[in-house]
């Protein structure tokens, strides 16, 4: 199993453009999710998903849009890139069961510069 | 919604000694208490977690406790080594809503 995969590995953007980080997962898990991590903040929740064609915000959804058409894929869209948008994004997955979610697997993360 | 505030920020110790961070959660509805370790350049890994309805969980070297009535959750780690040098974080989970504690930077000294 590759387990949870994220591409591009790396990106420079300039301020307005637009992208889609990729995420995919191959272990059949309902619960995906998507994390921005910047110095001395933590990780905080971007968007997630409990299942295909269910999404939901998390605490710093605004400048981004999620979709879940299957259950393997989870892409994350930036509309207009902003440099406030530059962090390391971090795509998880993991069981989902009556609402209650298990270990989260990440992804090797996507750094992301705006300029 | 929830708030996870984590501590200390950062934490030195000598190898073979213990470390302990703690962690304070604001919803009580919370139900699910990951701990992650994460090592530069690298996507946070799961060391341990625990439910609402556990008070205690071991593996090795490594254990968390769980206190409801105070909401809050701490990591021990007992015979600290080089490797465990990293950053930690805790989280809190309800109804698929994970959200993380600030971080902990532990540095074991040799």
């Known amino acids: 199993n590759a387990g949870v995969t994220q591409t591009p590995k790396f990106q420079v953007l300039k301020t307005g453009q637009s992208m889609t980080l990729q995420c995919a997962q191959d272990?059949?898990?309902?619960?995906m999710s998507w994390y921005r991590q910047d110095p001395g903040m933590g990780l905080r929740l971007i968007h997630y998903?409990?299942?295909?064609?269910?999404?939901d915000q998390g605490e710093v959804p605004n400048g981004y849009n999620v979709s879940r058409s299957t259950t393997e894929d989870f892409p994350l869209r930036l509309l207009s890139a902003a440099p406030s948008q530059t962090s390391v994004y971090f795509c998880?997955?993991?069981?989902?069961?009556?609402?209650?979610?298990?270990?989260?697997?990440f992804g090797p993360g996507t750094r992301l510069l705006v300029l | 919604g929830e708030n996870v505030e984590q501590h200390p920020s950062t934490l030195s110790v000598q190898e073979g000694d213990s470390a302990v961070i703690k962690c304070t959660y604001s919803d009580s509805a919370s139900n699910y208490f990951p701990w992650y370790k994460q090592e530069l350049g690298k996507g946070p890994q799961l060391i341990i977690d625990i439910r609402s309805n556990v008070g205690e969980k071991k593996d090795q070297r490594i254990a968390v406790t769980l206190n409801k009535t105070a909401k809050h959750f701490s990591l021990h780690i007992t015979e600290t080594q080089p490797e465990d040098s990293a950053v930690y974080f805790c989280?809190?989970?309800?109804?698929?809503?994970?959200?993380f504690g600030q971080g902990t930077e532990l540095s074991v000294k040799p």
């Open positions: 989280a809190a989970s309800k109804t698929g809503k994970l959200i």
């Open positions: 998880a997955s993991s069981y989902a069961t009556s609402g209650d979610i298990g270990p989260q697997y």
């Open positions: 272990m059949n898990h309902e619960y």
């Open positions: 998903s409990v299942g295909a064609g269910i999404t």
